[in-house]
């Protein structure tokens, strides 16, 4: 895929807001919808590139954000803010070769929209077009757990049900419901990325062929406070696990969970002598052996 580098975006970006007020879709330009409702192959990902200077974003922040709320098709999206998000962030927008923005990004790639749209429906047919595509039969197991002060534990266990061992890259993607940041209209984004803390290659087998590694597992402990995200709460917070495919990195698949679980209310104190005690106990057990 092509790259592009920071300092060139951002020079670019200078001249966004007049470049993206054109109404133009790159990939649809059909008056009907494909379908309404479908056979998925999979759970679509959807990375949508915007700028909070950017006029014709704020359209297409309202439309990504009904589709989705409609529940007609089936599919997670991640906003990628670029003036607001941190390093890891801006790199998958630099990744995903992005000079303009609104720019919509379907299962990677498959399908992208650029600029503003007049309604919904190209949005609503690169979903259903990229939903309804042959891919890799792979499953996603995420569990999220709040460990309260900003934390959170993922783990992702990635399945491969083909006969060929599937080689790909995992990406995660912490988002906010209802963002801290707001659009050129001054209201708020709606899932948009805070970090991106998983992005690493995989392989893996097929079950069949070795039963001990169909699986390939990604373990993360999430520290918000290291990027100035302490006051994310549990309930506004969602993680997305998409899984690419090597050599067109296209999604096949994808998964999101909430954070499940409560934090504890052990102040520093307290914490400290419920460590000694588990301690005494361990060396009790060691004792009455």
């Known amino acids: 895929m092509k790259k592009i580098l920071l300092g060139s975006i951002l020079a670019l970006m200078l001249v966004i807001p ?25 759970t679509v990902f959807v990375e949508y590139g915007t700028l909070t200077t950017c006029p014709p974003c704020v359209t297409a922040s309202a439309q990504l954000y009904s589709i989705y709320n409609s529940g007609d098709l089936d599919f997670d999206y991640a906003t990628l803010v670029w003036d607001e998000g941190n390093v890891n962030v801006r790199g998958r927008f630099a990744a995903l070769g992005i000079v303009g923005v609104p720019d919509v990004f379907f299962d990677g790639g498959y399908k992208r929209i650029l600029g503003g749209q007049g309604s919904e429906l190209p949005y609503r047919n690169a979903i259903t077009q990229s939903g309804e595509r042959d891919v890799s039969d792979i499953d996603i197991a995420l569990d999220v757990t709040w460990l309260g002060g900003g934390k959170l534990k993922i783990e992702a266990t990635v399945v491969n049900n083909e006969v060929e061992e599937f080689n790909g890259r995992i990406r995660t993607y912490i988002v906010e419901k209802e963002s801290r940041w707001n659009d050129n209209s001054g209201n708020p984004y709606h899932y948009a990325a805070l970090d991106i803390p998983i992005d690493k290659s995989l392989a ?59 934090s504890s209310n052990y102040g520093p104190i307290n914490m400290m002598l419920l460590r000694i005690l588990e301690r005494f106990q361990v060396l009790e057990r060691i004792l009455n052996l």
């Not at 109404?23 to 056979?39: H, L, T, Y």
């Not at 969602?238 to 990195?249: E, H, R, T």
């Open 204 to 262: 893996v087998v097929n079950t069949g062929v070795r039963p001990l590694g169909e699986t390939y597992t990604f373990s993360k402990t999430w520290r918000g406070s290291l990027y100035g995200f302490e006051d994310i709460t549990q309930e506004n917070i969602v993680v997305i696990v998409a899984v690419f495919d090597k050599d067109s990195d296209q999604v096949v698949q994808t998964a999101a969970a909430e954070p499940t679980g409560k």
């Open 18 to 42: 007049v470049a993206s007020a054109i109404d133009i879709s790159i990939e649809n330009k059909s008056e009907k919808p494909i379908s309404i409702m479908q056979d998925f192959t999979h």
